[in-house]
């Protein structure tokens, strides 16, 4: 009885964080870990901040994700080596992550964003300051400035998800350097790390009974942060877009602007595509106004001529003249004014009078 109590002490402070590394001998199980979760890294929130891959830990009675997350090195010149689960002996075991000078063996889990299985190439150290390779993370450049670019890193693999070292899992062995990079000091998980893991698993969501291998909370920028939306960009996309300038202080448009912006434009359109059509309604107009001007100009002219018409009618007939000649005349020169018969007729009475008066 007492030995089963500490044994549950034993795993109770293991996953409350109270022991610096866990190991294959400290936690063992039957049940195969599951696959990896597939994720976009967010964006690295600034200088000097590491990558530490998402990953499955095991709870009392369950797995549970604990999200990817960017955390700062314990001290300057320290890397983080993953943790990775193991099938030995018919179980599956845990071996703790830590940091060090150098990257250890991780169990060949290719966890992405650098850790590809062996080694790591997400960025390196310089002289106290860590430089991020932007062909691998996610890093906005305006605000991250200790970077660089080596896309030789990026390696043409079969990528899989398996999130175990083992029979069944993935066939790996370490390295003489990663073999070495064990035997260095370590440093265990950070104060911030620990309260990561905490916080997932006390949330419900994360319990892979629950979410069934897709976690509410996938990655997150910083620890407490809430989870990052998984977006479907390729990390290229998602690198230019980071890289974009943004809009600062640029106004917004309200509805009114854009009616009016849309309505100028669209007569704007209007007035260069037809430029034939107003020339034809100017010229057009023109030639109204010119013949309205010419009718004037004739029914002014009317009534001078007009004006004869009384000297015309007021002549003495001549003598021996048929009546109805005279009227045929008189009628002639009423109905055709613009003739000027009234004139010409008269001519002609005053020849004849002239004619006719007695000697």
Known sequence: MLKFIRVRFILLALL??????????????TIAPPALVAYDQPLCPGDGYIWVPGYWAYGEDDYYWVPGVWVLAPQPGYLW?????????GNYGWHAGYWGRHIGFYGGVNYGFGYFGSGFVGGRWEGGRFL???????????????TYVDRTVIKNVTVNR???????????????????AAREQHIE??????DHREAAIHDNNQRFSVNKGNPTKTAVTKVGASGEVNRAATP????KEANKPEEVNKPET???????KEKTTKEETTKGTEPAKGREETTKQNEQQKTRGEVKGKGAATPERREEKPKAEGQPKAEGQPKGEAQKEHH????????????DEKGKGEKKEKEQKPQ
């Open 16 to 29: 409350l964080g109270m022991t610096p590394l866990l190991s294959s001998a400290q936690i063992s199980i």
């Open 81 to 89: 080596t993953p943790g990775y689960w193991g099938f030995e002996g």
């Open 132 to 146: 991020c390779n932007t062909a691998v993370w996610h890093v906005n450049t305006t605000v991250v400035h200790n």
């Open 162 to 180: 398996v999130s175990f070292n083992g029979a069944g899992g993935i066939e790996a062995r370490p390295t003489a350097e990663e073999e070495a």
């Open 189 to 194: 998980a950070t104060q911030e790390q620990r």
């Open 236 to 239: 290229g996309e998602e690198r």
């Open 254 to 260: 309200t509805k009114e602007e854009n009616v009016n």
């Open 332 to 343: 002639e020169g009423g109905a055709k004014p613009a003739e000027q018969k009234p004139t």
